[in-house]
């Protein structure tokens, strides 16, 4: 079992680029959320998706966007990225009120 | 606004001795609290959890303790290994209102000499 299978693991960006994270899950849970790890500043969510067709605003939601077009895929995009957009980005998955998975993150440097 | 609080960044502790790992929160509605591990260039992954009905749940050598009134919860690891190194982050959320949206610390790094 994969669990959640996060690309790329790793990007270098120009400011004002389009990138998308890409995270897909095999375990059908409903919920999925992104967050980004900061030093210092733990992990903080950029938005979520109860289930399919429905997704929310989390702490930092400006600058990303989000789609949930079916169970298992939840991409974060991008539109313009900018160098405070440097971060670590995680995926998880979870069943409602359960315990979240998360992927093994995607490091991604806005220059 | 920072609504859980992991006032030490790093702990450093021999093995054998026992890691105390502290957490501190503010919003009483949280009713769940977790702690993850995150090794680097991993994701975080699950360790223990306790709900607010309880007071400590315990995983083998992994102790969650939790201090409603005080609003602190910490994380006791006995003995400790030196595999146990590795970034903890405490997370909390309020069952009936955030559908499971996670609020974590900042993290405290620990590292278990051998």
């Known amino acids: 079992i994969a669990g959640i299978t996060q690309a790329p693991t790793s990007q270098i960006l120009a400011a004002g680029r389009r990138m998308t994270l890409r995270c897909t899950q095999d375990m059908r849970h409903n919920a999925m959320y992104w967050y980004r790890q900061d030093l210092g500043l733990g992990l903080r969510l950029i938005h979520y998706s109860n289930t399919a067709g429905t997704t929310g605003k989390g702490e930092v939601p400006d600058g990303y966007s989000v789609s949930r077009a079916n169970t298992d895929d939840f991409p974060l995009t991008l539109a313009s990225a900018v160098p405070s957009q440097t971060s670590v980005y995680f995926c998880?998955?979870?069943?409602?009120?359960?315990?979240?998975?998360f992927g093994a993150g995607t490091r991604l440097s806005v220059l | 606004d920072q609504q859980v609080k992991q006032n030490s960044p790093s702990l450093s502790v021999q093995e054998g001795r026992i890691s105390i790992l502290n957490c501190d929160y503010t919003?009483?509605?949280?009713?769940?609290f977790l702690w993850y591990k995150k090794y680097p260039a991993e994701g975080p992954t699950f360790l223990i959890s306790i709900s607010s009905i309880k007071d400590k749940n315990e995983d083998g050598r992994f102790t969650v303790f939790l201090n409603k009134s005080a609003k602190h919860l910490s994380l006791h690891i006995v003995p400790s290994q030196p595999g146990d190194s590795a970034v903890y982050f405490c997370?909390?959320?309020?069952?009936?209102?955030?559908?499971?949206?996670?609020?974590f610390g900042q993290g405290t790094i620990l590292t278990v000499h051998p």
């Open positions: 997370a909390a959320f309020a069952g009936g209102t955030s559908y499971g949206k996670l609020t």
């Open positions: 998880a998955s979870s069943r409602p009120l359960g315990i979240q998975y």
């Open positions: 919003n009483s509605m949280f009713d769940y």
